[in-house]
């Protein structure tokens, strides 16, 4: 038996996680712990709340809220501690960095100290491949490279990673360290680009992409990351990170290539706009050590952008309500002043 508090876990990679360890564990009872901040949605749980009442349950609460942490993890029982709450968009960071600073660092260190104060948790923290920065080369990023954050956002989740391991070496706190690549997938709010791009092209919207779109990513299916968590979750040594990704890399311009063709869209819809203050152009990943314990990625990148473009045609109940919402003003606040350019940038 094991019962997990998973925070965040009513946003993006959280619910998918959640409904991947519920459907694959019988024995194991999760508890959703989430602020509900605009990118957390009960929508995204319907199903999970239907499927498996007995062994789900959901708290509102803020990771920053130290007393609302240590009651949910008494009223519970929890012994595992998954944290997927952050606040996640690179362009919300440059705008507003504050919350960035709250939720994922602040946070990080309450659930730390209340891990530490119930007798050591397991605890796993859910981080990203920004925190390496931008790799040059054909370098791929190993986990004992130095972390070089260059975004609010990465700078920010690159404080939670130090936070876990420090945790780990002064207090012995039995944790690991997941690093994934951009997800994609359903029930990913629509800023971040693939939705963003799905659902601007079915309203025959342009498709803003930043400079020449020659930038680099690794778009990994969500499944492929909730089942690699879970593997370090199980299999992973403790005190250890873990790269999550295909291991491979595609152009944005590629990736919009694909998701215009699955539309069956024309190119014409492609903006060249001016770029994001600071983009990093390539994250790449050697995931050598997650395929050692026995994990492997189902989806290539182009079957990671058709499924999740069919998902958005098949589900405009999850993702027109949002864009009609707060959503609109912050679309207005990034991209009405943004420049097009006449001829994508160098
Ligand atoms: P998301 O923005 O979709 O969801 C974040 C969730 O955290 C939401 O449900 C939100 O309500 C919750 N939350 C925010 N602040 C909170 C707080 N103070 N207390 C409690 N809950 C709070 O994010 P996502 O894309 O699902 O990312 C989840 C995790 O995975 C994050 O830690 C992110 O850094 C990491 N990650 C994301 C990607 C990606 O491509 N999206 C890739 C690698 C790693
Ligand atoms: P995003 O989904 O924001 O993820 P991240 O910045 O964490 O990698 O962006 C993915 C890539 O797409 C990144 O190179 C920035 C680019 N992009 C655009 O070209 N246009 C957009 O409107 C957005 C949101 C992103």
Known sequence: MQTMLVTGGAGFIGSNFVRYVLEQHTDTTVVVYDKLTYAGRMENLVDVAENFAGRYHFMQGDICDAPAVNA?????????????????????????PDAFMRTDVYGTYVLLEAAQKHGGLRYHQVSTDEVYGHIHGDHRSLETDCMAPRSPYAASKAGGDHLVNAYHITYGLPITISRGANNIGPYQYPEKVVPLFVTNALNDMHLPVYGDGGQQRDYQYVQDHCAGIDMVLRRGVIGESYNVGTGKEMTNLRMVEILLDELGKPASLIRHVEDRAGHDRRYCMNVDKLLALGWEPEYTHEEAIRATVRWYVANPWWWEPIRSGEFKEYYQRVYGQRKTLSTPAA
């Open 72 to 96: 949910a993890l008494d009223q519970f029982g929890i012994d595992t501690i998954v944290n997927f709450a952050a606040e996640t968009h690179v362009d919300r960071s440059i705008l507003d």
